[in-house]
């Protein structure tokens, strides 16, 4: 129930993307009754469990999505004791990023307790659709607005370089394929709060602080103060 009021209130959670004459279009689909995928582990032991869980989300994370039909948001129930579950969201990133995220959390929490306790739903109804900001922004972003951006961006990255050469770098593969790495460590609380308090004598958040620090140890063993670095960015613009 808590989706299927979440689905009702966003369009973007049932919006599809289909072409025509060749251009993506989003096309809003009517509303349907949501459905929950449901599994359960109950009869299995402790160490099955684990197991047919982290397979149970894997192969939900595989699944792909079908742009032209199908929901771009999934929810996996599985049920691993008589009074826990592990529940799994899936979204396309087309009609979700990490703020959206965020607020999904927040509006099903609310809509959770107040369900169970046989009330209605808390949440006002949205004055606003994510297509009447992108409305808004295509007016917004008029065409000598749009040649500003586009000129400032050319000039900026006209020279950048297409490749940052370390000295300790492997022969690089003839076709470039994108697999990347992750390599954890940690960073202990003492310079952690010592790193927000440089941030914010800048006027930095710790994310750009951290960045600038990254910047510079890549500058230094490339030994040129020109490099390229990629980013996500949360929300959408044009």
Sequence with gaps: RCFDEIVLRHETLRTHFVKINGAPVAKLAPHQPFKVQRFSVLNETKEQKAVSVAQLLENEATETFDLTQDLLLRVTLIQTNHHEHVMMLTLHHIISDEWSLGLL??????????????????????????????????????????????????????????????????????????????????????????????????????????????????????????????????????
């Design 105 to 238: 959390q927040v509006e099903v929490a609310k809509l959770y307790s107040a369900f169970s306790q046989a009330q209605t739903s808390p949440l006002a109804p949205l004055p606003l659709q994510f297509a009447d900001y992108a409305a808004w922004q295509r007016q917004w972003m008029t065409r000598e607005r749009l040649a500003e951006h586009l000129n400032y961006w050319v000039s900026e990255l006209h020279d950048a370089p297409t490749l940052l050469e370390l000295p300790t770098d492997r022969p690089r593969p003839a076709a470039q394929r994108y697999i990347g790495k992750t390599i954890p460590f940690r960073i202990e609380p003492s310079l952690t709060s010592r790193l927000r308090t440089l941030g914010h004598s800048c006027g930095a958040t710790l994310f750009m602080t951290l960045l600038s620090g990254w910047s510079v140890l890549l500058s230094r063993h490339a030994r040129t103060s020109d490099l390229v670095i990629g980013s996500p960015v949360t929300n959408r613009s044009r």
